[in-house]
């Protein structure tokens, strides 16, 4: 008798376990396309399934997740996007600008929702910033750049000269560069910005600010950001600041400060936009940062180093 109990009650393990698993393959697919493993982008992953969750998306339970990333390789991009298109997803999520201008090219019959970046009307991705293009949407990171330069003064009352690295492939970089130098030009101001064609290229490259700026700034470049090492390395040794758009480098006291927008916040903004799909199956215009998405965090040992202010609404890091 006991054996027959003990066999009933594996069979039924297996039978549920089955019909479980049946049941999790027929669930709605959001694939969210990455370009690699950072932590702007883990937060911006973060924001969606925040969202999601809160309007009552769980995961594995109504909804399921296929999420990939190249590892930062532009090679891997369409065999990234050919492999969750072949899952059937109600949605896909494209994250940087080189998975979403791809994708943009190889998807028609899927809803694009773009994250993390900076202007998709000079990435190709929109033809209005305010309004959908056939299929795609999305969420932009786009920096107040004026309001940065404004903390940057706060904290380096006589800094007139911005450095800028930008990669010569990377369309966001592009965008990047013409919007500082157009915040920079209204707080009179100076860019000196050098073109990197290379990741590798960045240690040699970083020589060319030696001497000649206040400050470097580092952007969400995709290619850029992946350097940060290399490039707080550089500074360093020239004795040059460096303000990054994202916090974390600030949190681990690697860089003087940041003023960004809070990927989080990105995440959850792609997420509403997602929401919309699954239960309307509408695509809303996209969504760009105001400035309550912005935060600003400072080093307490790295201004002690350079001897420089801390401003009253920064988030100090001891």
Same mark, same amino acid.
């Given at each position: 008798?006991?054996?027959?109990?003990?066999?009933?009650?594996? *069979?039924?393990?297996?039978?549920?376990?089955?019909?479980?698993?049946?049941?999790?393959?027929?669930?709605?697919?959001?694939?969210?396309?990455?370009?690699?493993?950072?932590?702007?982008?883990?937060?911006?992953?973060?924001?969606?399934?925040?969202?999601?969750?809160?309007?009552?998306?769980?995961?594995?339970?109504?909804?399921?997740?296929?999420?990939?990333?190249?590892?930062?390789?532009?090679?891997?991009?369409?065999?990234?996007?050919?492999?969750?298109?072949?899952?059937?997803?109600?949605?896909?999520?494209?994250?940087?600008?080189?998975?979403?201008?791809?994708?943009?090219?190889?998807?028609?019959?899927?809803? %694009?929702?773009?994250?993390?970046?900076?202007?998709?009307?000079?990435?190709?991705?929109?033809?209005?910033?305010?309004?959908?293009?056939?299929?795609?949407?999305?969420?932009?990171?786009?920096?107040?750049?004026?309001?940065?330069?404004?903390?940057?003064?706060?904290?380096?009352?006589?800094?007139?000269?911005?450095?800028?690295?930008?990669?010569?492939?990377?369309?966001?970089?592009?965008?990047?560069?013409?919007?500082?130098?157009?915040?920079?030009?209204?707080?009179?101001?100076?860019?000196?910005?050098?073109?990197?064609?290379?990741?590798?290229?960045?240690?040699?490259?970083?020589?060319?600010?030696?001497?000649?700026?206040?400050?470097?700034?580092?952007?969400?470049?995709?290619?850029?950001?992946?350097?940060?090492?290399?490039?707080?390395?550089?500074?360093?040794?020239?004795?040059?600041?460096?303000?990054?758009?994202?916090?974390?480098?600030?949190?681990?006291?690697?860089? %003087?400060?940041?003023?960004?927008?809070?990927?989080?916040?990105?995440?959850?903004?792609?997420?509403? *936009?997602?929401?919309?799909?699954?239960?309307?199956?509408?695509?809303?215009?996209?969504?760009?940062?105001?400035?309550?998405?912005?935060?600003?965090?400072?080093?307490?040992?790295?201004?002690?180093?350079?001897?420089?202010?801390?401003?009253?609404?920064?988030?100090?890091?001891?």
């Amino acid at each position: 008798m006991k054996k027959l109990l003990f066999t009933f009650a594996i *069979l039924s393990i297996a039978f549920i376990a089955f019909f479980k698993s049946k049941e999790s393959n027929n669930l709605p697919i959001i694939a969210i396309a990455n370009y690699g493993p950072h932590s702007s982008l883990d937060d911006t992953i973060r924001g969606i399934k925040k969202e999601l969750e809160s309007k009552g998306y769980q995961e594995n339970q109504n909804i399921k997740y296929e999420i990939i990333d190249v590892g930062f390789d532009t090679s891997l991009i369409p065999q990234m996007i050919t492999t969750l298109k072949s899952h059937n997803p109600k949605v896909m999520v494209v994250m940087t600008t080189p998975v979403a201008q791809f994708a943009k090219n190889a998807v028609k019959d899927i809803p %694009l929702v773009f994250a993390a970046i900076t202007d998709p009307v000079s990435a190709g991705l929109l033809k209005e910033e305010k309004k959908i293009d056939k299929n795609m949407t999305g969420a932009s990171e786009r920096q107040d750049l004026i309001s940065f330069l404004d903390f940057s003064k706060k904290v380096l009352p006589n800094s007139k000269r911005v450095g800028v690295l930008y990669s010569t492939a990377e369309s966001n970089d592009q965008a990047l560069l013409k919007m500082m130098t157009e915040a920079a030009n209204i707080k009179n101001m100076e860019v000196i910005s050098v073109a990197v064609d290379q990741p590798r290229d960045i240690q040699m490259r970083m020589q060319s600010f030696r001497d000649k700026v206040d400050f470097i700034y580092v952007g969400t470049s995709g290619p850029i950001q992946p350097t940060l090492p290399v490039i707080i390395a550089e500074a360093d040794k020239m004795g040059i600041p460096i303000f990054n758009a994202d916090s974390e480098a600030v949190k681990k006291n690697q860089v %003087l400060a940041s003023f960004g927008v809070d990927y989080q916040q990105v995440g959850v903004n792609a997420g509403e *936009l997602v929401t919309r799909i699954l239960k309307d199956e509408i695509l809303l215009p996209p969504i760009y940062p105001s400035f309550e998405d912005h935060s600003a965090f400072i080093s307490k040992i790295k201004a002690m180093k350079y001897n420089v202010s801390i401003p009253s609404n920064a988030i100090v890091v001891e």
